[in-house]
């Protein structure tokens, strides 16, 4: 069954740097990979959806690249603020296309 | 944009009981809705796919009939647990398929069972 990890649990940096979150799959390459913020107790909010035919998309301070070789999605927000503070969570369609699963998502802490 | 409204967003009931989880899509018709549950600092884990005039189709592991599902309309999905136990507490959050592949979630609803 698909593996998806995201590389770290908990990633700290200053506010204004560039955060970049790292997502790998381990077998089948998705048609599709999506990548979500969830705040505590809330349900998680779209952000970025990109095709596997795609190397790169962005929105405003976000920038996902989709290395379907390395098995590998990079999620960047550049000139991060303390409000980026969130989990980002990593999703691909499930082999049968039919649902999406999700990784365990790295916690992004920005500080002033 | 598109809107998925879950009620309640919390809950706490008895050993034993049975609760209900709504899940509506406000502004569009969704003929696909999926039940999810999270386990603090856990991923989202697929509990079942809810198709609109059909049964649900369960991820393997999950009891379909503890955790019974119905999609009666392109706007609604319910989840019931039934005969909760402690450790069905957690957090469960729906979702609907909106335009293209675009997923849209839920606020999710807090579960405690005592």
């Known amino acids: 069954s698909q593996k998806i990890e995201q590389n770290s649990e908990a990633l700290n940096i200053q506010e204004g740097k560039t955060a970049t979150l790292t997502c790998n799959y381990t077998n089948y390459s998705p048609a599709y990979l999506q990548w979500y913020r969830q705040d505590p107790g809330r349900g998680p909010v779209f952000l970025l959806l990109?095709?596997?035919?795609?190397k790169e998309k962005r929105k405003e301070r976000l920038k996902v690249t989709f290395d379907t070789t390395l098995k590998q999605s990079l999620f960047h927000i550049t000139a991060s603020q303390p409000a980026d503070s969130a989990t980002y969570l990593c999703a691909l369609n499930n082999q049968a296309g039919t649902a999406l699963i999700f990784g365990k998502g790295t916690t992004l802490s920005v500080s002033s | 944009g598109a809107v998925v409204s879950q009620h309640p967003s919390w809950v706490i009931c008895k050993s034993g009981t049975s609760v209900k989880i709504e899940c509506r899509s406000l502004d569009f018709q969704a003929t696909t809705m999926f039940w999810y549950r999270q386990f603090p600092k856990q991923s989202l884990m697929l509990m079942a796919t809810?198709?609109?005039?059909?049964?649900?189709?369960?991820e393997q592991g999950v009891e379909k009939d503890k955790f019974l599902i119905n999609h009666a309309s392109l706007t609604l999905s319910t989840l019931t647990v039934t005969s909760a136990h402690p450790e069905d507490s957690s957090f469960y959050i729906c979702s609907a398929r909106g335009t293209g592949n675009t997923i849209y979630f839920g606020e999710g609803s807090w579960l405690t069972v005592v």
């Open positions: 990109i095709r596997e035919n795609e």
């Open positions: 809810s198709n609109e005039g059909s049964k649900a189709t369960y």
